[in-house]
């Protein structure tokens, strides 16, 4: 199932975050996801999270991320996404 929606979601699954009902779609995806999976999407959504993070529906998602990408890896993709715009 988890498959067959990043399929079809694509590349449009970062839209998921900042929307009102998406946002909630997003983070069931995180969590249903494997770790591979979640790797595809970090790649996938990293040039949106600082407008998702920024965003009432987004930052829910950007909590979720963070707080199941906790392979090295993944954290660093986070971070590298993240941190020029901590100040923000």
Do not use: W
Request: proline letters at 5%; charged letters at 25%.
């Amino acid at each position: 199932m988890v498959e067959l929606l990043y399929r079809e979601l694509g590349r449009q699954v970062g839209l998921l975050m900042t929307d009102p009902f998406g946002n909630y779609l997003f983070q069931k995806l995180i969590e249903m996801s494997t770790d591979e999976q979640r790797r595809s999407l970090l790649r996938t959504v990293g040039p949106q999270l600082r407008a998702a993070a920024k965003d009432a529906h987004g930052t829910r998602c950007v909590q979720k991320l963070i707080q199941f990408c906790r392979p090295a890896d993944m954290e660093a993709a986070l971070l590298d996404s993240l941190l020029p715009f901590v100040v923000e």
